[in-house]
């Protein structure tokens, strides 16, 4: 159903009040937002893929992921034009203290461990914690949407399960009937005015390391393109698209699960990566790096990986930033690739 823009807004203000579960997105590069607002505090879960509905699926894939089912929900559209935004925060503080040296520390550790194990890429993250003496939803998610207009920005909540934003510019997965794309991601440096850069040998190996194993992972014909430069908010990255075609033994179930998580926000051997990460990043990463969207909506399914996202807690926000470690990286150059990253997020909290 489409209705009146500040109408949206106010829906997704109810929701929260009422403690109901929703989320609300917009696709990059469209002026439409929609919401999926669930009438039940009932938690769904999926394994298979099959059902029709929003997906918000964790970065372990051990766990499944949460479902808002279209037949257990409203779906509202909106046509985005002039936003009024109002003052968002009062007053941020960053949890600076040894942050700096913890991550440096985290990545040396993970080139160490490239070159005594054979991995050729760790994706290694780090949390970092906003204090906040005030917060508005609404407004955040008006900024966002403002801001990111090439991102896939979101505001997801269910009460058992918690309060996520963001603007990811990294797609995990398009499928229309049986035709399917999906992208290598690496690589990142600030956006200077424009796209022709030069790019150093690191993220070109970093990028050519994530689409050769989606390409042999996937075992199959695929199409892929050359790679180029994108902007994703104040930053740039490698993408090269891959496409191909579902069947009835090559499944969505099977591609998503040969998918994720990606080299981009694991590293690869995804196994050996994986284990690495989970035993030494110190902290769960829950939905970051994991990945959301429509599922089986209107023969199509549209996912994105959670990247440039922050989850709202009681008193604090907590921001998620990582980077792909490859043997040549230099740990003070991968912390300042995070802190260049958290801006994406600090922008709108400002």
Not at 26 to 55: A, C, M, W
Not at 180 to 191: C, D, I, N, R, V
Not at 195 to 215: G, M, P, S
Not at 298 to 307: A, E, G, P, R, T
Request: aromatic share 10%.
């Amino acid at each position: 159903m489409k209705i009146e823009t500040n109408s949206f807004f106010d829906k997704i203000t109810e929701a929260l009040n009422a403690e109901l579960p929703f989320v609300a997105y917009r696709h990059p590069e469209t002026n439409t937002v929609k919401g999926i607002f669930q009438k039940s505090t009932d938690l769904y879960r999926t394994k298979n893929y099959v059902e029709s509905g929003f997906l918000f699926a964790p970065f372990d894939d051990v766990n499944s992921a949460v479902l808002f089912p279209l037949a257990e929900s409203a779906m509202y559209t909106t046509i985005l034009f002039d936003i009024d935004v109002k003052n968002t925060c009062e007053q941020l503080e960053l949890e600076a203290i040894n942050a700096e040296r913890r991550h440096i520390d985290l990545v040396q550790k993970g080139i160490d461990f490239l070159k005594t194990a054979g991995v050729e890429k760790v994706v290694l993250s780090r949390k970092e914690i906003i204090d906040r003496s005030s917060f508005n939803v609404v407004e955040i998610f008006k900024k966002l949407l403002l801001n990111y207009t090439n991102a896939m920005v979101y505001v997801w909540f269910h009460p058992k399960v918690g309060l996520w934003m963001g603007a990811s510019p990294e797609t995990l997965l398009k499928v229309q009937d049986n035709l399917f794309k999906t992208m290598a991601l690496a690589g990142t440096q600030s956006y200077q005015g424009s796209l022709d850069v030069v790019w150093q040998q690191k993220e070109i190996q970093e990028q050519q390391f994530v689409t050769d194993y989606i390409v042999e992972k996937l075992d199959k014909d695929v199409t892929v393109s050359d790679v180029k430069t994108i902007k994703a908010g104040s930053l740039l990255h490698l993408c090269t698209t891959i496409s191909g075609k579902l069947s009835r033994e090559f499944t969505l179930f099977k591609l998503i699960n040969l998918l994720h998580p990606t080299p981009a926000v694991c590293g690869l051997p995804k196994d050996e990566a994986k284990r690495f990460i989970l035993e030494n990043e110190g902290y769960d990463r829950e939905f970051y790096t994991g990945f959301f969207g429509e599922l089986n909506i209107d023969n199509s399914s549209n996912l994105f990986v959670n990247l440039r996202c922050m989850q709202v807690l009681s008193k604090q926000l907590a921001l998620y930033i990582g980077g792909g470690i490859t043997s040549g990286s230099i740990p003070q150059k991968e912390w300042e690739e995070t802190v260049a990253k958290s801006k994406v997020i600090l922008k709108v909290l400002s």
